[in-house]
């Protein structure tokens, strides 16, 4: 019913800069909070970086400082900044929707299918 799909991944060089996209699409929804997550091989899914309905932002202690997460909402998207990246921060990263879907207001997560990001020389 609602369609989340990830976009900006790809190979930069330490030091460097990325953006990452994530559109929402499908049914109408009242968003609650707005995430990303990445996970690298081998190792569990983290959350990185969220964005409540309200605005609040959190991020977790490695990327505070260089990553930023924001929101259009007229668009139905949302954005990872992320400058001064390292080596550690390859993985895959996915966008993460917890919302309520109308008409019935039924609380649902959503799953964008991930993007790669490689940070390497």
């Known amino acids: 019913q609602v369609q989340l799909v990830e976009s900006g991944g790809g190979l930069v060089q330490p030091g460097g800069s990325l953006r990452l996209s994530c559109a929402a699409s499908g049914s109408a929804f009242s968003p609650v909070a707005m995430d990303w997550y990445r996970q690298a091989p081998g190792k569990q899914r983290e959350l990185v970086a969220t964005?409540?309905?309200?605005?609040?932002?959190n991020y977790v202690d490695s990327v505070k400082g260089r990553f930023t997460i924001s929101r259009d909402n007229a668009k139905n998207t949302m954005y990872l900044q992320m400058n001064s990246l390292k080596p550690d921060d390859t993985a895959v990263y996915y966008c993460?929707?917890?919302?309520?879907?109308?008409?019935?207001?039924?609380?649902?997560?959503?799953w964008g299918q991930g993007t790669l990001v490689t940070v390497s020389s």
């Open positions: 993460h929707l917890d919302c309520r879907v109308l008409p019935a207001f039924k609380r649902l997560e959503v």
């Open positions: 964005v409540t309905s309200g605005g609040y932002t």
